[in-house]
Structures are given as structure tokens and as C-alpha cells.
């Protein structure tokens, strides 16, 4: 095939693919996915949206899948939310601050990029959309260094992960720390816990080490802290300080792989939990870590990166399935009798945590003995597959799956093709004219 020939192909093929995905682009099902079936529990459904960007948000979505409500500020992240009554939402929000905005002290790592976040736990009036409550600090970057879970306690403080400095902590309503606790303290070596279950080292000052994301307290005063980045979710007596109980073992992926959001079901003695890296959500034995319940997805469109899970009082569980812009519940067979897929990502891109409101996460509700366990899983090929697939989501619109990236290979490919043969081109008029 001489060169002429094989530029005509190579353009018709790029011809051809550019053709195919314009024509996806304006055919593709992009509209809302709503599933609303009568199994499903009664109530709207609050979502706290990360995003793909900055735009994070508050949304409360009926059944029907209508926006009902929604709240947000400029450039920012939306991670734990929670409606504390019918009046008032509290919220972990992270907000992207430009250099002008930030104190030297913030901008020592971000420096070219010239920005640092500030973190704020809000209680925002429903009606005005106005902050009645605010908590609030500053850190170096919004990446790792967010604030991503909040809890309002009894007693009407409240308890905060703080995911860049690696603590846990309470604040009375006049913003005074009541208690606080450093995983620098008991998580790193010659501590009780690194001695008996290892775990990653702090390599610096910026490191996202511990990756805490949630905060519960418990039936018996104590605190759950889930600590991604070491696989477990540990238990902590506030008046000791001290690690009481670990679920899980750094490294061993078997059993968590950096988990978000765990439900303590405390009248069955297990635990629901988002196992994102491992793509499901299981409940497990908290005495002897036994898996009794695990679901996937459905097998044409398993989940991707879910990032929480709550067991409702009906057995129903409530899933934010955050690279699939969707939040779905399964009933006690596994079947979807509630779902708000958001294809485009104009509503959900991206989203973190769901709460179906009036229910919570509450420590009598069915256990996974009860339900149909959900056991399909990919094997390793197609798992790398579908997670690059749901990474390109980063970069391409939230609409273009594997067969439109794979359109876009073949397109670079071909004018790659094309360059070379420009290249060779021009290198034989160069030899040749000498």
C-alpha cells in the first residue's frame, strides 16, 4: 500500500469515527434515570455532591427524581450531609480559596497553583438557604486536605473529621474544642495499633496519610472512625483516647479496600459498609469480620466507587454510587426499587453521601442474614477496565463511556498515523532535494 493510499484511509477512518461519536453525542441517552418502584422507603432523598470540579452542592430529590431543594456556594466540594429536622441540614464543605483569599501559611505546597481550601461545617436554614451555624478553619489544598464528614451529637455538639491534619474532634455551639484526637498519637510506629496491624507512614507534612472520612458516635459513648488509607474502621474511647477495636487490616483488601461512610448496625452487631475500591458494598460480622452480605450492582451496570451505604428500616439499602452519578436502593432480593442516575452529571456528578431523609442511620434495622446476598463480581481484567472506564469521567463529558473513549483512541490514533506519515513525507523531500 503506497502513502497516498494509506493517508486516504487513515483520513476516511478518522472521517468515519468523527461521524459516529457526533452522531452518539446528540442520540446517547442522556436524560435522568429514574427508577420508582412501590418497594422502595417513603421519603425524599438528600445527596451531598462532591463533583468533578468545584461545583459541589446540596440536593434533595423526590421520589420522582424533582430537585426539591438545593443548596450551594461558589467553587466548593459537598462531602457528609445530615437534616437535623424539617427546618435545618448540616453539612462538610470545602471550598477552593484564590491565593489573595489565603494566609502565607496555606500556600507553602500549592504555590503555583495559588490557592488553599477552607473548610466549613454548616447548618443552613432550609427556607433563607442562609448558614445559622458555622465551624470553620483553613488548610493547604482541596485535594486530601477537605473536610468530608460531620456528625450533630445528642448533647447538640458536634463531631468533625478533619482529613487534612488527621483528627477527630468535637465543638460545643460556641466553637470550643470539647475533645480531640490525633491519629499522629496511636496510628504511627511504636504505638499499640501499628505494632499489632502495621500501616502506611507519614512520608510528610502534606501526605495524605490517614484519609479519615467518617465519624459516628456510638450507642456506648465511644467514636467509629473510618481511616481509609490503612483499610480499617477503628473504634475510639474518648476518655482514654485509646484504639478499643479495629475492623479490617492495612493491606488486606480481602476484607475493605479504602472504605467510606460504614453504618453501624449496633442490635445485630455488624456493619454496612461502602467498600469503594473493592466496587461493593458489604455488611460484615464486627466480632469476627465474616461477610454476611454483599451487593455489586446489576451485572450490566455495576457500581464504581460507591462511597456510602445505609441500611434502611424496611431492609432496603441505600447506595451513592459515585462514578456512575447515581444513587439507588436495593431491596432485601437485591432488586433496584428506587434510582436517581444522572448520565450527564448535571445533578449528581460525582456524588458522596445520601440520606433518605427521616430515616438516618439507625442501629435497628433488618441485618444482611436477612437479605439475598448480591455475590457477582468481575473478574480482574474487566474491573481495570470498567474503573478506567469510570476515571475517564475526569476528563471526558460524564456521557461518554467505553465505546465513545475507544472512538476517541481511535481518532488520536489516526491523525498520530497521519503525523508520521507527514513526517516521512517530509523527510523523503529533505534527502531527496539534497
Known sequence: MNQRTRVTVAAVVIALLIASLGVQAVVIEREHRVVNDDGRYPGNTLVGVHSYDETGRIVELTPDGEVAWE????????????????????????????????????????????????????????????????????????????????????????AIVDMGNDRAFTVDRDGEITWEWHAEDHLTPGTPFYEEYGGPEKEGEHDDWTHMNDIDRLENGNFQLSIRNFDVIIEV??????????????????????QHNPHRIEDQGTMVVADSENGRVVELDVESEERIWRYTGPATDPLQWPRDADRLPNGNTLITDS???????????????????????TVIPLAYEADRIGAGEQSDVPPGSELTAVEDEPGAITATIREWEAMAQYVFPTWMHLPQILHVVGIALGVLWLCAEGGVFGWRRFTGSR
Do not use: M
Open 71 to 158: 443548596w450551594s456556594v461558589p467553587e466548593s466540594r459537598v462531602f457528609g450531609v445530615e437534616q437535623l429536622d424539617e427546618e435545618t441540614v448540616l453539612a462538610a464543605v470545602a471550598v477552593k480559596r484564590l491565593a489573595e483569599d489565603c494566609d502565607e501559611e496555606y500556600l507553602e505546597y500549592e504555590e503555583k497553583d495559588g490557592h488553599c481550601v477552607h473548610n466549613r461545617v454548616v447548618e443552613i436554614d432550609k427556607e433563607s438557604g442562609e448558614v445559622v451555624w458555622e465551624y470553620d478553619w483553613y488548610d493547604e489544598f482541596i485535594a486530601w486536605h477537605e473536610v468530608h464528614d460531620v456528625e450533630r451529637l445528642e448533647n447538640g455538639e458536634t
Open 237 to 258: 474511647d474518648p476518655e482514654t483516647d485509646e484504639v478499643v477495636d479495629v475492623i479490617g487490616e492495612p493491606g488486606n483488601h480481602d476484607v475493605l479496600d479504602k
Open 323 to 345: 462514578r456512575n452519578n447515581r444513587v439507588l436502593e436495593v431491596d432485601s432480593d437485591g432488586e433496584i426499587v428506587w434510582q436517581f442516575g444522572d448520565p450527564d452529571g
